[in-house]
């Protein structure tokens, strides 16, 4: 949490005073009036007293990764709008706008690399552990829709061949996707084989 403390003729241009210094929206932030002002005494013998307030803000999890986010679009020329959403203890971060191919990468490496950093970024600032999924015009779920199909299609073979067969390297995300969609299958079993970054997927006809 940020806190300002600052004056001003009035409780109003002090809280301006402070929204300023946070850099942030007035309906975002607390006040708290710690002195309001008072109106010159008789023939101005006596001074004006300021109005005193503290300003607090509250860091966002969202606001932060945004932050963060936009300052890496900047960084490599991208032109990117941002939008927030949270869903229990996950805040979702979809960035959407042209040519936004670079934050994806080769199978969305460019973008878990993205999302990993996020995360570091926010819980340094927040000094504590927060879970902010990172994606690009919903490029997850068209990856998660592809794997899907994949390992259905691939189920399919193996039942028809009685051959195992090895998928691609996948992140463990990927990986979990495979294995529960094919968790209820009576015949295949699915299981990972070999060391990250180039962890596979194996499907195969259960045993007996």
């Known amino acids: 949490m940020r806190i ?15 929204v300023m210094e946070l850099a942030v929206e007035r309906d975002r932030v607390k006040v708290e009036v710690l002195e309001e002002p008072t109106k010159k005494g008789l023939f101005g013998l006596f001074g004006t007293k300021l109005a005193r307030v503290k300003v607090y803000y509250e860091d966002n999890p969202g606001d932060l990764a945004t932050e ?21 203890e996950h805040w979702h971060i979809n960035i959407s706008g042209p040519e936004l191919g670079l934050l994806i ?3 969305g490496d460019t973008l878990d690399a993205l999302q990993y950093l ?20 919903g490029y ?7 794997l899907i199909r994949l390992a259905k299609r691939l189920s399919d073979k193996v039942k028809r061949t009685g051959t195992r067969i090895v998928l ?3 992140n463990p ?26 962890r596979r997927v194996v499907i195969a006809l259960k045993r007996g």
């Open 118 to 137: 996020t995360n570091l970024a926010v819980a340094k600032k927040l000094s504590e552990r927060v879970r902010i999924v990172v994606d690009v015009e």
């Open 173 to 198: 995300h990927e990986r979990r996707i495979i294995h529960t969609s094919l968790q209820d299958e009576t015949r295949i079993s699915t299981f990972s084989e070999g060391d990250d970054p180039n």
């Open 168 to 170: 691609e390297p996948m």
């Open 4 to 18: 300002v403390e600052k004056t001003g003729k009035t409780v109003e241009e002090a809280i301006t005073a402070g």
């Open 140 to 146: 997850r779920l068209r990856r998660e829709e592809t």
């Open 68 to 88: 963060f986010i936009y300052s890496i679009c900047q960084a490599i020329d991208i032109k990117a709008d941002i939008q927030v959403s949270k869903t229990g």
């Open 105 to 107: 990468g080769r199978r």
